[in-house]
């Protein structure tokens, strides 16, 4: 099966620091693939040469096979790979519907002549993506929020409106930076099903995590990163006794 | 040939003024990643203080020495530069540094429109004379002529900045502005007093716009209300050539800016055949601010900032 | 009173109505309560609605700040007085001048805007500022070797609008009414703003509008949501110049004389404060703007008068004050009221918001070192 992003020693250097070195690792259409590391381990920086806001020192990143590595961010979600942040950035002034239909920009056509005429076709598409993002807000659980200010909502309900808003792009790649963070242990359950709704959906998720409970009993691979390198990756229980990750992450004993 | 020594010259007399004021633009922009759109009235303001200053001296007595009239206005437009300098921070820009990017900018706008303004109630729309009191000597350089004047505001341009220079790397406040400029977060966090900071350095900057506006009033024999406007905006654009946030930059940006200024005007007339004539001197320094940021925003010696502008 | 608004509440169409027929009758109810002269201002008061629509459009809704708009407005003037005036002896007509000047103002947005949208919008504003100078310097000194622009003088006797055969240069009996110019212009103005501010309405709600509102709110998530966002910025600065190339030439055919004087910063930064006060974003603030800042010069006069009943004779210059007063009140705005008088909900919400986190992480959007 080929991957459905690769990434192909990827070097990331901030002045003399180096971020990443050699950074290599590929994700299978259909999996949960999970990056895990102790903090400043890279995830982050790596996320942001993936999804085109940093660009690479080095190394070669493929979307379903396209080198992206130079790209900018729309062209990146334009070939389907969209994300959350680490530290949640929604239009904090829109409603959680207007914040969901920014996501539909990408996929609709409308330009000024359109937007000012409001033809048939504009509004069709209009109504198509207030439909459509009515729908998400309802898949990932704020049905009746839509009217809501994105600012207003509770921290969960923001991660969820994220992940809505990304969804808008229609990703084949779903890249969620630490989406569970901050939460308790029941919201952190409600938040893995819908990832598992997700995949269910045919969508492929990348997570970053802290919470390598989660992880470990979500994804079908991880991989390691430890001060910019990989250190490891496999499935779950490969990682889980892998020395290296033990060593570096798990503090020594295994978990 | 002698043409291309004396527009030299000229410029780079020129150069040096844009450098003390360009120096105002970027120490504020390197800590507030701020323009301060006001600097270029601050001058302005120190230029008409001075000829306030020079103008009672001479009315009292018309007889004092013309050099020690010219340091009695400096020494007055210098400190009522930097309480103007203090105040704007603080009621302009301080209450704001937590709101949306554009707010500073409009009270910047707004701050130097009053100025502006208010100086045009003071001192009137016209003209306001530099008494012919300095020394006036002339020298014969390679064909070229300079002034006593010249050679005067060169030297002292580069004594102040060669001062501003230790001040920054040698002393604690210098330190402490290196610090809050780095980030002023962690500065915070290691007890520097970053609103102290940052007062302090618009008030080092506007002393540098007094001298600077009393240095160009001087050269040209003039001031004017209006003056501070165009001076400012060439100013900002030689600290871009140069780097913003680098106070070296803001120096060779400035300079340079300075000579390419002379050597265009002086040159436009044969380059474009005569269509274009020197009235077009003050197009230089925009077109030298658009390319930079086409080309290399970071500026001449910028480095990291490139990722900030 | 209070039954009437509440009647006009209930019913938009006798709202509409009432303000329609209220807007036609204008220019007479003002000639007569306050004279000849003050229609004038209300042509001004239009003029002024359509700048500040088109440049709310760049600094409200994409929050991009220029300074040099000005230049977009002189860009359409000037061109409408070279197609259609004695100056080049090229005399065409209005509606293909117009749209013309508009597409080489938006064209000179683009051109200028591509450069520098992909920097922070601190460098932006100072391009801007440059560029309109630029334009004036060109304006005031393109009389030599090959006059185009005939220098300080400006250029004169420009073809005023004529539309179907009337010319709305000259006074006119239409059914036993007597039109003046300034008449005749409210209307055309008044329609050409009406149709200003539908275009500024449809485009804030609409895809296009939410792209702009994204940026402005978060440029990097706006990026990571796909939206493309110096295309996107360019846009919103081609549409305002488009619209500030558009009233330039309302404003040489109204004139029938433009000079480089008309273009310099104060104007733009005028537009600007209309837009700062009324409410950047919100249309019916913006047009409250242009509306007092128009009018509040034109009472200031009236101060020149009063001091010198007063005082005996005139102490300070009303025209002097003008500007003090505006910068005063663009400081002030900020400080307590940074919204607007007529503020749009989301523009309240932005500047209420007690968070900067947002907009210092805008600095790092791309590492363009790297």
């Given amino acids: ?255 | ?309 | 009173m209070t039954a009437l608004v509440a009647r006009l509440r209930r019913n938009p169409l006798l709202a509409y109505g009432l303000l329609a027929v209220l807007l036609l009758l204008l220019p007479f109810l003002v000639g007569a309560g306050l004279g000849r002269g003050w229609v004038r201002v209300l042509d001004f008061v239009l003029l002024y609605s359509m700048l500040a629509l088109g440049l709310n459009i760049v600094v409200g809704y994409a929050g991009l700040l220029d300074l040099g708009y000005i230049a977009f407005y002189a860009l359409g003037a000037y061109l409408f007085a070279w197609l259609s005036s004695p100056h080049f002896g090229i005399h065409l007509p209005f509606w293909l001048v117009l749209p013309t000047g508009a597409a080489l103002a938006g064209l000179f947005g683009v051109l200028l805007g591509a450069p520098t949208l992909r920097l922070r919008g601190d460098y932006l504003a100072i391009v801007t500022l440059g560029f309109g100078e630029i334009i004036r310097i060109f304006m005031n000194n393109l009389d030599a070797p090959i006059n185009v622009t005939n220098g300080p003088q400006g250029i004169n006797l420009i073809d005023p609008i004529r539309i179907a055969g009337l010319s709305l240069g000259q006074t006119t009996q239409l059914a036993g009414i007597t039109f003046s110019p300034p008449h005749l212009y409210y209307y055309f103005f008044l329609a050409m703003t009406l149709a200003t501010v539908f275009v500024a309405l449809r485009l804030q709600d609409s895809r296009i509008g939410r792209a702009w509102a994204a940026i402005r709110e978060d440029e990097v998530a706006a990026a990571a949501m796909g939206i493309n966002t110096r295309n996107i910025k360019l846009l919103a600065f081609a549409m305002g110049a488009m619209f500030g190339g558009l009233a330039g030439g309302l404003f040489a055919a109204f004139q029938g004389f433009i000079s480089p004087e008309s273009f310099n910063l104060m104007e733009s930064i005028m537009i600007l404060c209309m837009i700062v006060l009324g409410g950047m974003g919100n249309v019916p603030g913006v047009l409250l703007g242009a509306f007092l800042l128009t009018v509040l010069p034109e009472a200031l006069r009236y101060v020149g008068d009063w001091q010198r009943a007063v005082l005996g004779n005139v102490v300070v210059d009303p025209n002097d004050l003008r500007m003090l007063l505006f910068g005063l009140a663009m400081v002030m705005m900020m400080l307590y009221r940074p919204a607007g008088l007529i503020p749009s909900r989301q523009r309240r919400r932005e500047f209420d918001a007690d968070d900067g986190v947002a907009e210092q992480e805008q600095a790092s959007l791309y590492d363009a070192g790297a």
């Fill in chain 1, 1 to 255: 099966m080929a991957a459905l992003l690769s990434v192909d020693r990827v070097s990331k250097r901030f002045g003399g620091l180096a971020a990443l070195e050699d950074v290599s690792l590929s994700v299978m259409a259909g999996e949960i693939y999970g990056l895990i590391g102790p903090n400043g381990a890279g995830k982050t920086t790596l996320f942001n040469c993936m999804t085109g806001l940093y660009t690479v020192s080095s190394g070669a990143i493929r979307l379903l096979g396209q080198p992206v590595q130079n790209s900018k961010p729309h062209r990146i979600v334009e070939l389907g790979f969209a994300r959350t942040f680490q530290n949640i950035r929604l239009f904090s002034n829109m409603t959680a519907l207007e914040n969901v239909m920014v996501g539909r920009h990408i996929r609709t056509r409308t330009g000024v002549v359109g937007a000012v005429l409001r033809g048939p076709f504009s509004c069709a598409e209009e109504q198509a993506s207030r439909q459509r993002a009515r729908e998400l807000l309802g898949f990932v659980g704020l049905a009746g929020k839509g009217q809501a200010l994105a600012g207003h909502l509770s921290y969960g309900a923001q991660r969820r409106l994220e992940i809505a808003r990304a969804l808008a792009t229609e990703p084949k790649l779903l890249a969620l930076d630490e989406p569970v963070a901050g939460m308790n242990p029941s919201e952190r359950r409600e938040m893995g099903d819908l990832f598992r709704k997700l995949r269910d959906a045919g969508i492929t998720l990348l997570l970053i995590e802290h919470d390598v409970k989660l992880v470990m009993g979500l994804c079908d691979r991880v991989a390691v990163l430890d001060y910019g390198r990989k250190i490891a990756e496999g499935t779950p229980e490969v990682v889980q006794r892998d020395a290296a990750v033990i060593e570096a992450y798990l503090g020594g004993e295994p978990a």
């Fill in chain 2, 1 to 309: 040939m002698d043409i291309f020594v004396q527009q030299l010259i000229n410029g780079l007399v020129l150069g040096s003024i844009y450098a003390l004021v360009a120096l105002g633009y970027t120490m504020v922009y390197g800590i507030l990643e701020l323009i301060n759109f006001a600097h270029g009235e601050v001058t302005m303001i120190g230029a008409m203080v001075a000829l306030a200053v020079i103008g009672a001296l001479l009315g009292a007595n018309p007889d004092l020495p013309g050099l020690l009239v010219v340091v009695a206005g400096v020494l007055v437009a210098v400190p009522a530069c930097m309480v103007l300098g203090f105040v704007i921070e603080k009621v302009a820009y301080r209450p704001l540094r937590k709101a949306p990017r554009l707010a500073p900018l409009i009270t910047a706008i707004g701050v130097s429109i009053v100025l502006q303004n208010a100086a045009m109630l003071i001192w009137g729309r016209g003209y306001v004379s530099f008494p012919a009191i300095l020394p006036r000597g002339r020298h014969e350089i390679l064909g070229a002529t300079v002034t006593d004047l010249q050679i005067a505001i060169v030297a002292l341009s580069v004594l102040v900045m060669v001062g501003l220079v230790l001040l920054v790397e040698r002393t604690r406040l210098g330190r402490a502005m290196r610090a809050t400029a780095q980030s002023r977060e962690v500065a915070e966090l290691m007890g520097v007093n970053v609103d102290t900071v940052i007062s302090a350095t618009f008030v080092i900057g506007s002393a540098l716009a007094a001298i600077a506006g009393v240095m160009v009033s001087a050269y040209y024999g003039l001031a004017h209300y209006y003056m501070g406007f165009l001076l400012g905006l060439k100013a900002f654009s030689a600290a871009v050539l140069g780097g913003i946030g680098n106070i070296m930059g803001a120096v060779v940006g400035g300079m340079l800016l300075g000579i390419i200024e002379a050597l265009g005007a002086g040159y436009i007339g044969d380059l474009t055949g005569g269509f274009l004539g020197s009235n077009y001197q003050d197009v230089f320094a925009f077109l030298v601010l658009i390319l930079v940021l086409v080309f290399r925003p970071s500026g001449l010696l910028g480095e990291r900032v490139a990722n900030r502008a």
